[in-house]
């Protein structure tokens, strides 16, 4: 034989039970977040500026408290020092949870989606309990007991 060896009928049927799962999975709806209520369902929103520096993702996954990531290119500015369990990108935007105060990414990728909801300067995006408003050069985010967070070129504070 030339380097082919035969698995014999179970690897057929192997085969074609992957075949017809991963037709399934192709063919399954993908939720709206307002079809995708309820704490079974994982699903994400994203939004951005108008100028696209700072994008963010409303995130409600069943494996990860839910939350809010904003993530802007230049950084969070002043960046407070790497600890030391960070092994990854360190300081590209916060994380806010829906209550307490927001934490600092360390993340090995991003959410910025060039599709997302635009922001305009002056409008306010609600969702959850998070609201985020948009200024001309900034994104104020903020959760339900008053913790956010400002994300600026030139300073991106927390409180």
């Given at each position: 034989?030339?380097?082919?060896?035969?698995?014999?009928?179970?690897?057929?049927?192997g085969?074609?039970?992957?075949?017809a799962?991963?037709?399934?999975?192709?063919?399954?709806?993908?939720?709206?977040?307002?079809e995708a209520?309820?704490?079974?369902?994982?699903?994400?929103?994203?939004?951005?500026?108008?100028?696209?520096?700072?994008?963010?993702?409303?995130?409600h996954?069943?494996?990860?408290?839910?939350?809010l990531?904003?993530?802007?290119?230049?950084?969070?500015?002043?960046?407070?020092?790497k600890?030391?369990?960070?092994?990854?990108?360190?300081?590209?935007?916060y994380?806010?949870?829906?209550?307490?105060?927001?934490?600092?990414?360390?993340?090995?990728d991003t959410?910025?989606?060039?599709?997302?909801?635009?922001?305009?300067?002056?409008?306010?995006?609600?969702?959850?309990?998070?609201?985020c408003?948009?200024?001309?050069?900034s994104?104020r985010?903020?959760?339900?007991?008053?913790?956010?967070?400002?994300?600026?070129?030139?300073?991106s504070?927390?409180?």
């Open positions: 034989m030339s380097g082919r060896r035969w698995l014999g009928p179970a690897a057929l049927v085969a074609a039970a992957l075949v799962a991963a037709a399934t999975l192709a063919a399954a709806p993908v939720a709206s977040p307002a209520a309820g704490p079974a369902r994982d699903y994400s929103v994203t939004f951005r500026t108008e100028s696209g520096n700072i994008s963010c993702a409303y995130e996954y069943s494996f990860a408290p839910v939350g990531r904003c993530e802007i290119r230049t950084g969070v500015l002043p960046l407070p020092p600890p030391r369990s960070c092994h990854l990108a360190w300081g590209a935007g994380f806010l949870a829906r209550s307490g105060r927001p934490s600092v990414l360390c993340i090995s959410i910025a989606d060039p599709h997302a909801r635009v922001l305009a300067p002056g409008s306010t995006y609600r969702i959850d309990v998070f609201a408003a948009a200024q001309a050069s994104l985010c903020r959760n339900a007991s008053g913790h956010g967070f400002v994300l600026a070129r030139r300073r504070p927390s409180f």
